[in-house]
């Protein structure tokens, strides 16, 4: 008696198993069992991804803000310039003056 199904809508599969089918047209006990198994697995899964995708999202937008306060107060001015200039340097390694070319990025 207790591996019968009930016939109360509230205590057995019946509950969920949409209006007009029976055990039997899903296949049977064993079948349906399986099924709800697999789909609980699945949807288990989903919520778990959804959970550690809403985790990163929610930690990216907390860098994003940080690193906004951060830059809220640089300076961006419109004199981006590169002087070049030519250069007499000495070099204490062979003792000696060399030429050369000075780049100077102002930002």
Do not use: C, W
């Not at 198994?37 to 985790?55: E, F, V």
């Not at 306060?69 to 390694?93: C, G, K, M, R, W």
């Amino acid at each position: 008696m207790a591996d019968e199904l009930s016939t109360d809508p509230s205590v057995s599969y019946n509950a969920i198993l949409p209006k007009g089918y029976t055990i039997e047209t899903m296949g049977g006990r064993e079948q349906y069992t399986a099924t709800l198994n697999s789909n609980q697995n699945l949807y288990r899964r989903y919520r778990d991804i959804s959970i550690a995708a809403t985790a990163i999202v929610y930690l990216l937008s907390i860098i994003d803000a940080y690193v906004d306060a951060q830059l809220f107060d640089f300076d961006i001015s419109t004199d981006l310039s590169l002087n070049v200039s030519p250069e007499i340097y000495y070099d204490p390694q062979i003792k000696q003056r060399n030429a050369g070319v000075h780049l100077a990025f102002t930002f």
